[in-house]
């Protein structure tokens, strides 16, 4: 049988990382000693008290069976403390919460929601390829706001014809940005909101990096500008934040509409997050005071190693306020693509091509500080010769 695929499959963007997975193997294949700094994947274990709690409460058949859809109301309630705690922004948990299996399955499912087929998305670029594959999933069409360098890689929303921001539904955004390692500020999010509620257009903003900062910055909620509750929602992801990321846990919080549209859709297609998870997960958030300022310091100290070495080796890059990413623009006579296999063929280094992240990633590529400090200076001693 000739199996056809639907156009809306079709229609995805092609996975620009192929050719870069498949030299990464072969190198791994060839027994060479690879420096895997292209993962955007925690390197060290989920803390032990977050897997005590899932021990207790996956021995505890009460656990076994479906979860609730909408997730544990306790589960509820400690989001919402964090986020008064954490942001200042009150959020009701019972309409205005709702946890997620991962953001990215919120993220992705939400244009279902929103998007009539034909109406435009405006997402940022580069950015985080499930913005886009959701939208086209939905039928809807994807409009790119470029992030660059001149603007700090903020999302330029004069820039938009008023013609087309009439015709937007959804706008995508990150900040901590990935891949950029951008950061933006209350007053931003104020215009934003400014621009959406104008338009009409529904804000998701994905906050999976919130939490990782350095030099004593701390990221605000898109949720305290004001009016941003009226028009938007923030998606969160414990992944990054407590090494989560194999377990599946997230939420997004905000407009209680927003909120219970993405609840209905969901209701269709999944039946919650496993409720031992989730119990892990009310641990996780309940001791995050005590448990944030570890992981801040050991990416920081990386940050420290991988942007000084870059800068003192002339190879020229901001220090990255936030995320664990480094957003370093290509050497002289190299595109991304070519940069990524140079520093591959050469230093048995990987790091991402930026044009994997749309087409305003070109010209740049992106480290992930997600090795130890030892292996960053190797790949550093290792890079100072090919450069
Ligand atoms: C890692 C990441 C996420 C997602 O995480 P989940 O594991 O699905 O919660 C979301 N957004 C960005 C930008 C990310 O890099």
Request: glycine share 8%; net charge positive.
């Amino acid at each position: 049988m000739l199996v056809r695929v639907s156009d809306r499959l079709k229609a995805l963007p092609p996975y620009l990382f192929v050719e870069m997975d498949k030299a990464k193997k072969k190198a791994r294949d060839e027994g060479r000693d690879i420096i895997d700094l292209g993962v955007g994947d925690p390197d060290t274990p989920t803390p032990q008290f977050i897997i005590d709690a899932l021990n207790s409460a996956v021995r505890d058949p009460s656990t076994h069976r479906y979860a609730l859809d909408q997730g544990l109301p306790e589960l509820r309630d400690e989001i919402a403390s964090w986020y008064e705690r954490r942001f200042n922004v009150k959020v009701d948990p019972k309409e205005e919460v709702l946890p997620l299996i991962g953001s990215k399955e919120g993220i992705s499912h939400m244009p279902l929601a929103f998007i009539n087929p034909g109406d435009i998305a405006l997402v940022s670029d580069p950015c985080y390829p499930p913005y886009k594959s959701g939208v086209i999933f939905a039928g809807g069409k994807v409009e790119l706001l470029p992030l660059l360098s001149d603007n700090d890689f903020l999302a330029n929303l004069e820039s938009i014809p008023s013609a087309k921001a009439k015709k937007a539904k959804l706008i995508y955004l990150n900040y901590p940005n990935n891949p950029t390692a951008a950061v933006a500020d209350e007053s931003y999010f104020l215009n934003v909101v400014k621009f959406a509620s104008k338009h009409g257009i529904i804000i998701c903003h994905d906050a999976a990096y919130s939490e990782l900062s350095y030099d004593g910055y701390k990221a605000p909620s898109f949720l305290s500008a004001k009016g941003a509750k009226e028009t938007g929602v923030e998606f969160h992801s414990l992944s990054k934040t407590f090494n989560m990321t194999g377990w599946r846990i997230g939420f997004v919080v905000g407009n209680r509409d927003i909120v219970q549209a993405i609840a209905k859709v969901k209701s269709h297609i999944d039946s919650g997050i496993f409720t031992a998870i989730q119990r892990a997960g009310i641990a996780a958030l309940k001791s995050y005071d005590r448990y944030i300022g570890s992981i801040r310091s050991r990416y920081e100290a990386r940050r420290d190693v991988l942007c000084d070495g870059l800068n003192k080796i002339g190879w020229k890059v901001q220090r990255s306020k936030a995320t664990f990413y480094v957003w370093a623009r290509c050497l002289k006579g190299y595109d991304s693509i070519k940069m990524a296999s140079h520093l591959l063929n050469e230093a048995d280094v990987v790091a991402t091509p930026g044009v994997g992240f749309g087409p305003n990633g070109e010209g740049y590529v992106r480290f992930a500080f997600t090795v130890c400090e030892e292996r960053i200076k190797e790949a550093l001693s290792r890079i100072n010769k090919i450069v």
